[in-house]
């Protein structure tokens, strides 16, 4: 997260600006992903030891890990939050926008497992910031970080939903995820999906409701009526390899038009590259005599986890049967906001990734640059045609 400062980007035509502003401190991008760990924790159960230097690196991610989600009071999670601010300029945007770099596992409301959530942290937040009161906007999934969007009134929410608005007329994917997939994946693409809601009968017992159901895509396209008579929603997506690593894991970027009902996991699952730490989806992609098989529905089941090959596990300092620790390596790094400023004046804000994500791919070994990311950001769009898929 950028500690005590703010980023900023516009976006000018096809070209982008961006603009780092200091408000709480000094900026350091060198500092700002570099470890700040230097103890290690003693694990159990380790099944091989790893080369010296290695095991140390395995045994830090680890307490990375169990250090998630683990505040000592509120105060604490509201000067999180105060450090994770990315974009508040009230002197040149007068719209009340107050974007937040949400740490992984926060809540936007009490959960029964954490004792803490966003929404209780508003106005310890707001009082930093010398505001009168803060409402979140737009809020990245509680088991992801990156981008989340704050007003500090309602005119700031109908500016936003104006502002996306935008998006379709243009065909603009204005959100950018980063993954840590399974897998090295060689994909740059953009395409449409048609993403639907099926039963899974042979679920006996659901975590919720009756009848177990789970999303599937489909790219022989409807059209849009049948779409909408099926209750089938249409996702465009641009998909962008970043990094690979030796290790068989890389970072990859996403930009999808619309991302309910899990629509990032299961495409990765689709595509043969699961996401890190994906306990749901991860069983749709499987190996076999070193082929990639993808496996329908009829494989789930109520309660799953993601395997992970013996080598990712000594890398992480895991034993088998410990893939749950690892967090879902997913983070909101991106938000293009069409026109805010006035026409022609989009606003473009970043996010970097947390420690715990860039420090992952340390230990992977894969080669990840952030700051060269933002700067060779390109706002992707999706075609103004699309074929005509068969009719069903």
């Given at each position: 997260m950028i500690a005590r400062g703010h980023m900023r980007g516009l976006l000018h035509s096809s070209k982008l600006s961006i603009t780092f502003n200091i408000g709480r401190g000094e900026l350091n991008m060198d500092r700002l992903f570099s470890s700040t760990h230097n103890c290690c924790v003693n694990l159990k159960n380790v099944e091989r030891e790893l080369p010296r230097g290695k095991e140390d690196k395995a045994r830090l991610m680890v307490k990375?890990?169990?250090?998630?989600?683990?505040?000592?009071?509120?105060?604490?999670?509201?000067?999180?939050?105060?450090?994770?601010?990315?974009?508040?300029?009230p002197e040149k945007d007068r719209s009340g926008l107050v974007v937040i770099n949400k740490p992984y596992g926060l809540a936007l409301n009490p959960a029964k497992d954490n004792p803490y959530c966003l929404a209780s942290c508003l106005t310890g937040l707001a009082d930093k910031l010398e505001v009168e009161k803060l409402e979140v906007v737009k809020c990245v999934e509680r088991f992801s970080s990156g981008i989340t969007v704050l007003g500090t009134s309602k005119d700031t929410a109908a500016a936003y939903k104006k502002s996306m608005g935008r998006l379709v007329t243009t065909r603009t994917l204005a959100t950018s995820y980063l993954a840590i997939v399974k897998g090295q994946p060689n994909i740059n693409t953009m395409e449409s999906v048609d993403m639907m809601l099926v039963d899974c009968p042979d679920v006996k017992k659901p975590l919720f409701g009756s009848v177990h159901k789970e999303p599937v895509l489909s790219r022989n396209l409807l059209t849009h009526n049948k779409a909408a008579r099926s209750n089938v929603k249409r996702v465009h997506v641009a998909m962008n390899t970043l990094a690979k690593s030796p290790l068989v894991t890389g970072v990859v970027e996403l930009s999808p038009s619309n991302t309910g009902n899990h629509f990032i996991p299961v495409y990765l699952a689709d595509v043969g590259h699961p996401l890190l730490g994906d306990q749901m989806y991860d069983y749709r992609a499987r190996t076999m005599m070193g082929q990639r098989v993808k496996l329908s529905t009829a494989h789930t089941n109520a309660r799953r986890?993601?395997?992970?090959?013996?080598?990712?596990?000594?890398?992480?300092?895991?034993?088998?049967?410990?893939?749950?620790?690892?967090?879902?390596?997913?983070?909101?790094?991106?938000?293009?906001?069409?026109?805010?400023?006035?026409k022609g004046k989009s606003v473009t804000v970043f996010a970097p990734p947390p420690d715990h994500w860039v420090q992952t791919c340390k230990v992977m070994g894969i080669d990840f640059d952030y700051k060269v990311v933002a700067e060779e950001d390109?706002?992707?769009?999706?075609?103004?045609?699309?074929?005509?898929?068969?009719?069903d």
């Open positions: 990375d890990y169990q250090k998630l989600c683990a505040w000592k009071d509120t105060s604490e999670v509201v000067d999180t939050l105060y450090k994770s601010v990315v974009y508040h300029e986890t993601q395997l992970l090959p013996t080598h990712l596990l000594e890398v992480l300092g895991l034993a088998k049967g410990e893939e749950w620790l690892v967090p879902k390596m997913l983070h909101l790094h991106r938000l293009v906001l069409p026109d805010w400023l006035g390109k706002v992707k769009q999706w075609e103004a045609r699309e074929r005509k898929g068969k009719a």
